[in-house]
């Protein structure tokens, strides 16, 4: 009993944390990888398609990814949605490539990314946070239905709350990597 809110917060958690990592791969630390523009949104054929999904994604060099669309018609497209992204690339087209130069952090796009990895970090907390009130109002609920003793509510709490912590601290660990990696010239 005890243990279906808390699997049900672990399962929860852990997607979310999943998605805390998927946003912090799309923050470029200087170096090219497929993780920034393999999911930017562009318009094309009448809807909004992943970018991963209407090209190949290459990185020949740590400074470039290369990107050639399948259909020559959505170059276009493609190449705008990189110029309105806020990743401050800047495409370049030949023929049916498209080369994404990554140029080197300044030091005030560093900081502005590690402002905007520090609010993804808390918007993690806060859902993590989130996860744990249901879980508690589950707990909460069966006391009052008479399943749980005080007892076991008490250490199903206890339980609840070392899993938030460690999650808690999880994202924590995740977040100074990515700023260690953003500091890192």
């Not at 090219?32 to 190949?56: H, I, W």
């Not at 495409?91 to 905007?116: D, H, M, S, Y």
């Amino acid at each position: 009993m005890i243990t279906d809110a808390i699997a049900t917060f672990n399962d929860n958690s852990s997607k979310a944390i999943k998605a805390f990592i998927d946003k912090l791969s799309t923050f470029r630390t200087g170096r090219a990888t497929s993780s920034l523009v393999e999911n930017l949104m562009v318009d094309t054929y009448g809807t909004k398609m992943p970018l991963k999904s209407l090209s190949s994604i290459s990185i020949p060099d740590p400074k470039i990814i290369m990107l050639q669309p399948w259909d020559r018609n959505n170059i276009p497209f493609i190449e705008k949605a990189i110029l309105t992204s806020n990743l401050g690339l800047t495409p370049q087209t030949e023929g049916n490539i498209i080369r994404v130069v990554v140029p080197a952090l300044t030091g005030e796009r560093r900081e502005e990314f590690k402002k905007l990895v520090k609010q993804e970090s808390e918007n993690s907390r806060v859902t993590i946070r989130g996860f744990r009130k249901e879980a508690m109002d589950e707990i909460k609920l069966k006391k009052e239905s008479k399943e749980l003793s005080e007892d076991e509510e008490t250490r199903a709490k206890n339980e609840l709350q070392k899993e938030v912590d460690a999650r808690i601290e999880e994202i924590d660990s995740l977040l100074n990597k990515k700023i260690t990696e953003l500091d890192q010239i």
